[in-house]
């Protein structure tokens, strides 16, 4: 087992690479523009990244349209991509202490979260999606006897990936697995925050076989690169993961260029809902506390609010307060440490002025300070507050911070109606030993994923996105190929005695 001063030597020999990579190699912007990605842990900068811009994205689409239309990955048998993709989850897999120090170091992920979750999460995702690449079949239509007509799923093209930074190696997999898979070229924005390990996983790309122009990497800033794929009239589908403020930007720029697909996984403002009936209080505190205080808070499903029945509410409140409290909040290369910093400074002054605004609307049951350690990183205590009126900003926005919402119901339609009464729709959890309470509950929540008696259920084998303004998109899953591939009928015309039959 390592322990800190073994995670710290090995981080000393990290070598991040800091250009874009397009068209199969790095290169610095095209005005050599450079921006600095910061340690979330100690404040420094730990390197200074190409700050790609639209000139710079429309080389890489050209680059990536050249490649898709030569054919020698969108056309080639399902099987050599299926290889190719099984390689680089292999690569991954060998150079899993790295990515997991890039995105430790540039992310504030605990080491012990990066080493196994993310990493192996992502070879794994990448794996499910190349060994089902060769499985998939169209479908022939039930025509009449005498016409053939075929459907067949057709890859899009050019996809633009943009991802947030609270998993960076992951959310990038989880765009470019499943468009790489049935051939698409994608042109990848990591955020400024946490650019470094989708740049190494780029190189390794090309080292597995993929050929040049098929994934360029561009790091840069949301409003210059982001916006520049946004409005690219080269690209053919979006595929956005981050707030749903950016998102409502993208199906604005799709709109005013191309009309491209935009595909949006956006924020939310997830609930526990735990029952009198939920037999092991033990286990509800233990998930709640791993749903809101997992990557600081920094989760798109975080289970920021709790609602508790009455009867059970000040014990409940109790057991998670006494687990928050033995949370260990520091350096995320130490495997001692439960919980890390905020990913920057603007992330803490923002979670703290949601807790400061919350003080004024409920009362806070424990934590609300920053955390002043060995070094100037942006760390937190776990936060909980209760009796927090549904009208409270902290039971309404997302906070993305270790900020818990508690408040009490009494009935099971209450909970309900509240639940449902929130702009997002992204995740829920239920809490109860009565089975059929908990699919009746279960069925009545209007979210994308409701976990019973567990927080934030996910898997590559089910799909993951939301409803209302947490967005529509599916990641995961064989509903995220949807996305980046479009439907094709062939009619093969019969014999002049046959007619196409039922047509529109
Ligand atoms: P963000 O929306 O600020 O940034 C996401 C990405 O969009 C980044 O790459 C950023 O550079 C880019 N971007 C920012 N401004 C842009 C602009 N004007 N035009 C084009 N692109 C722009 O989100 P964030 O702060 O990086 O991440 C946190 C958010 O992501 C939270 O709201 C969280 O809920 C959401 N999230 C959702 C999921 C999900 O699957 N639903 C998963 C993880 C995170």
Avoid at 43 to 54: D, E, F, M, T, Y
Avoid at 139 to 154: K, N
Wanted: charged share 25%.
């Amino acid at each position: 087992m390592r322990d800190r001063s073994d995670w710290q030597r090995l981080a000393r020999d990290v070598r991040p690479r800091h250009r874009a990579f397009i068209d199969g190699a790095f290169t610095d912007a095209a005005d050599g523009a450079e921006f600095d990605t910061v340690n979330p842990a100690t404040g420094g900068v730990l390197a200074s990244v190409a700050r790609c811009r639209a000139v710079d994205v429309d080389r890489a689409v050209t680059a990536a349209r050249r490649a898709f239309d030569a054919g020698s990955w969108s056309r080639a048998v399902p099987g050599h991509r299926k290889a190719v993709l099984l390689a680089l989850a292999e690569k991954i897999r060998e150079h899993a202490d790295e990515l997991a120090l890039l995105d430790t170091l540039d992310g504030g992920k605990l080491i012990t979260d990066t080493t196994t979750i993310d990493v192996p999460g992502s070879a794994a995702i990448l794996q499910w999606y190349a060994e089902a690449v060769d499985k998939l079949y169209g479908q022939v239509a039930p025509t009449g006897p005498g016409d053939l007509a075929i459907v067949t799923r057709e890859a899009l093209g050019v996809v633009g990936a943009v991802v947030p930074w609270n998993y960076p190696l992951e959310m990038a997999i989880w765009k470019i697995a499943p468009a790489l898979a049935v051939g698409n070229s994608v042109v990848l924005k990591p955020a400024e925050q946490s650019p470094l390990s989708a740049l190494r996983l780029a190189e390794l790309a090309a080292e597995a076989g993929l050929p040049d122009g098929v994934l360029s990497v561009l790091p840069g800033l949301g409003p210059e690169a982001g916006r520049a794929i946004g409005e690219h009239p080269g690209i053919d589908a979006v595929a956005f993961t981050g707030s749903t403020a950016v998102g409502k930007l993208f199906l604005r720029y799709a709109a005013e260029s191309n009309m491209k697909q935009v595909w949006l996984e956006c924020g939310g403002k997830s609930a526990n809902v735990v029952f009198a009936d939920a037999g092991d209080l033990d286990l509800v505190a233990d998930r709640a506390v791993a749903g809101i205080y997992t990557c600081s808070g920094q989760v798109c499903s975080a289970n920021s609010r709790l609602l508790v029945a009455e009867s059970v509410a000040d014990e409940l409140t109790g057991r998670i307060a006494e687990r928050a409290g033995a949370l260990r909040v520091g350096d995320p290369l130490d495997p001692e440490s439960t919980m890390g910093p905020l990913i920057s400074r603007r992330q803490l002054d923002g979670v703290l002025g949601h807790i400061e605004a919350a003080r004024a609307e409920a009362r806070l049951a424990f934590g609300g300070r920053r955390l002043l350690g060995e070094t100037d990183g942006y760390f937190i205590e776990p936060t909980a507050f209760v009796d927090v009126p549904d009208t409270a900003a902290i039971a309404r926005d997302e906070v993305f911070g270790p900020v818990l919402a508690i408040s009490t119901f009494r009935t099971e339609e209450e909970a309900i109606a509240r639940v449902n009464a929130s702009r997002y729709g992204l995740a829920a959890s239920v809490f109860t030993d009565d089975i059929h309470r908990a699919h009746r509950v279960a069925r009545a929540l209007q979210v994308g994923t409701v976990s019973v008696n567990t927080v934030d259920a996910l898997d590559v084998t089910t799909p993951f996105g939301g409803v209302k303004q947490s967005g529509y998109g599916r990641d995961l899953s064989l509903h995220a190929l949807d996305k980046f591939t479009s439907l094709k009928t062939t009619w093969f015309a019969g014999s002049p005695q046959g007619s196409p039959e039922g047509r529109a």
